[in-house]
């Protein structure tokens, strides 16, 4: 492995930039793709909520297959040619028009369904493009030691990010058809009409907005790296570059290793959110209001976190960080599968959740509570640690095109463990049965995890 060289000192509005642009891009995967926009469109834009999920679940993989596909070389390429601001510039602007078309997708306005799922796939392959880049230049701002504090805060900012974004929209915009009233009691801002479903709607414009405001300090303030060749050039260079890192992957067999353990509890990891509200909804029946309250405790637990795995990080090394994270997150999972409307434990008789009385007053629904506010907890450091483990493995001039590779790993199976829950419920009839094939995929990676021998930690 390449020796880490020396930093230059770097300015606290270098790294402050940095970190803002987790900031930044965090409200479009939690409000597009996750609390918010999704439940819409397969709901209300799609003809029934089968077709929605189908055709939502048919986008995400599209992105996720070129994003498999074209990171590792656009990495190498950026690599070959040195700078990376100009490209998470070009992929910021995907994200941003991807983002504001989604206000174009008006419920029962099927012939715009089209349109929508294209402009969702390209704000999702500029939002993970663009990703892969910043991850690229934290060894620039922070020393070896101090890398995981650097994720873990950045982590922990986008969390809260998500957090405000998420308040604000169901807050302020999105309103229930029957009270007219948002979740804070208020009517929608700026006339958003919810019968037209305006509140969802404008969750797409919002995070693109957000995202160009809270975007331009790492532009304006985080330094680049001087460009090593043309463009050109740094295309053929970086092509043949990714064509012998393909043939000599085998040399780094601990990166290869690690990747491959990634790509294991990455899949389980974006199985367990995907499916965790739909779950919640299946078995306990809660709604809208429930389930975007658990997406707020979950983001501030993130929040929390990610900050606490950030200085364990540094601490005992990113690699055991992971390692328990994936125990908690094993042991959580099986505690989640335990519950339902009538038991928790399995075999622990309780009262079901009543409709009539307050939010989350059963010991269903407090147990599910308590387990998500720990997995979202965990899944800060979780993610945050996988980032500079990568950076202690790899060789520091082949960042970018190995953070390629990262975001391979994390989405070239992407569709894998979602399929699994799919066929597993639709064979047993149970949803209980259906989600428990998540814990296999969080063992396979601490088992393959455990073959990678940690890199020792050096300024």
């Not at 929390?304 to 005992?316: M, P, T």
């Amino acid at each position: 492995m390449t020796p880490t060289k020396s930093i230059r000192p770097v300015k606290r509005r270098a790294v402050v930039g940095w970190i803002l642009f987790d900031w930044a891009t965090q409200p479009y995967f939690t409000l597009v793709t996750t609390f918010v926009f999704a439940p819409y469109f397969a709901t209300q834009l799609a003809a029934n909520e089968a077709q929605g999920q189908a055709l939502w679940g048919y986008a995400t993989a599209a992105a996720g297959l070129t994003i498999a596909i074209f990171s590792p070389i656009l990495g190498a390429i950026a690599d070959a040619h040195g700078r990376r601001k100009p490209w998470i510039l070009a992929f910021s602007v995907l994200l941003f028009a991807g983002s504001a078309t989604l206000w174009f997708g008006a419920p029962g306005g099927h012939e715009t369904i089209p349109l929508v799922l294209f402009a969702f796939v390209i704000a999702t392959i500029g939002a993970e493009f663009a990703t892969v880049f910043t991850n690229a230049m934290m060894p620039d701002l922070a020393k070896r030691g101090n890398l995981g504090r650097l994720s873990g805060y950045g982590w922990a900012v986008g969390y809260l990010g998500g957090l405000v974004s998420l308040v604000i929209v169901l807050g302020f915009m999105t309103a229930s058809t029957k009270t007219g009233k948002t979740l804070l009691g208020f009517e929608p801002i700026l006339g958003l009409d919810p019968h037209a479903s305006e509140g969802d709607r404008a969750s797409g414009p919002f995070s693109a907005l957000w995202f160009a405001l809270f975007s331009l300090p790492l532009f304006l303030f985080t330094p680049d790296i001087a460009p090593k060749a043309s463009l050109g050039k740094a295309v053929r260079t970086g092509i043949e570059t990714w064509r012998q890192t393909l043939m000599r992957l085998k040399d780094h067999r601990e990166i290869l290793a690690f990747l491959i353990a990634n790509m294991a509890y990455k899949d389980g990891l974006t199985a367990l959110f995907a499916f965790g509200g739909i779950y919640a909804a299946g078995i306990l029946g809660w709604t809208t209001i429930e389930i975007g309250l658990f997406g707020i405790l979950i983001l501030v637990s993130g929040t929390f976190g990610a900050v606490i795995g950030g200085s364990l990080d540094d601490r005992v090394g990113a690699k055991t960080v992971i390692s328990v994270a994936l125990i908690i997150l094993i042991m959580c999972c099986i505690g989640l599968v335990s519950v339902d409307r009538d038991y928790i434990f399995f075999v622990v008789k309780v009262a079901p959740p009543d409709p009539d009385r307050a939010l989350f007053q059963s010991a269903p629904e407090i147990m599910y509570l308590i387990l998500g506010g720990i997995l979202g907890a965990i899944s800060g450091p979780l993610q945050s640690a996988s980032r500079t483990m990568l950076i202690s493995l790899a060789p520091r001039d082949e960042l970018t095109k190995f953070f390629g590779l990262f975001a391979m790993s994390g989405k070239i199976t992407s569709f894998l463990a979602p399929l699994s829950v799919a066929a597993i419920t639709s064979l047993s009839g149970s949803q209980r049965i259906g989600i428990s094939i998540i814990i296999a995929f969080f063992v396979v990676g601490l088992l393959l995890l455990s073959r990678v021998r940690a890199a020792q930690s050096s300024d």
